[in-house]
């Protein structure tokens, strides 16, 4: 019996699922964040922990043996998709970015805007059954409205109150104390991947610190921007996806249609996976 791996796998965490040709899943796992451009090798210890879960859970097949699709933060970087893909066990293996298979599993064969927004953020616009994916740049030079850049936002506002030149509000104090003051903020930010600034984002959503309110207001204006670029008057609707996905969605109901996702990320992995057969 033929077996399909599917992969869906970001800046905090992977998943995995394994389905049967009619599609029924028999094993799912998880693991740690699979952003390839970030750590490739991590990442890819982390996806094949997350099918080897899959795999024990199923019962059933080998992973030398399955076709998958990895649907992957960071894959829109060639290098890293070439590199990973020389490290991959599987049968055949197809790398795409987290955007695809997002977009497949949210939209189906609908026409519509996929925004993704959780550690990282990517855009996919999916229109009479053509797919392109935009953004997904990376938290230093894109990733807008991410946790990453919120967190790393949060931090440098923190540090800009320190020396007066921004209103110290107590969620800032509050972040400088818990990071040793300015220099311990420092340190963090020279050592500190995506997800680690992303842990700070959550803390923006507590309602009532005025920095929280100017760094949330900033990241909506910009990603309401973005989307209405991609809609280019065509009134699409918008399906949020991603930890922060509900956050904007609440936000930003009333400027277009906003619909829930079809299915997941790992849904649209698999149907390209069944499809490479």
């Not at 189906?108 to 797919?131: C, K, N």
Request: charge should be positive.
């Amino acid at each position: 019996m033929s077996y399909f791996l599917g992969i869906d796998g970001g800046g905090t965490g992977c998943r995995a699922a394994i389905a049967d040709a009619q599609g029924r899943i028999v094993g799912r796992g998880a693991a740690g964040p699979a952003n390839i451009s970030v750590e490739t090798q991590q990442a890819c210890a982390n996806i094949l922990a997350a099918a080897r879960a899959a795999l024990a859970e199923a019962g059933q097949g080998r992973l030398d043996q399955m076709t998958a699709v990895l649907g992957l933060a960071g894959a829109n970087v060639t290098a890293a998709a070439r590199a990973l893909q020389a490290m991959l066990p599987f049968r055949r293996a197809r790398i795409v970015t987290d955007a695809v298979t997002a977009a497949l599993g949210a939209l189906g064969q609908d026409d519509g805007i996929v925004a993704a927004m959780g550690t990282g953020s990517v855009f996919a616009v999916q229109t009479g059954g053509r797919l392109r994916q935009y953004g997904g740049r990376g938290f230093v030079l894109g990733d807008e409205g991410s946790g990453a850049v919120l967190g790393r936002t949060l931090l440098a506002e923190a540090l800009r109150a320190e020396d007066g030149f921004a209103p110290m509000t107590p969620l800032l104090r509050a972040v400088l104390t818990e990071l040793g003051g300015a220099e311990g903020a420092i340190s963090f930010g020279f050592r500190a991947r995506p997800a680690d600034f992303a842990a700070f984002a959550p803390r923006l959503l507590a309602p009532g610190d005025a920095a929280a309110e100017r760094i949330l207001a900033a990241a909506l204006a910009q990603v309401q921007s973005m989307i209405e670029v991609l809609q280019a008057g065509r009134g699409l609707p918008v399906v949020f996806l991603g930890g922060l996905g509900p956050h904007y969605a609440a936000r930003l109901q009333g400027h277009w249609p906003i619909r829930p996702p079809k299915g997941s990320g790992l849904d649209g992995a698999l149907h390209l996976a069944r499809q490479q057969g």
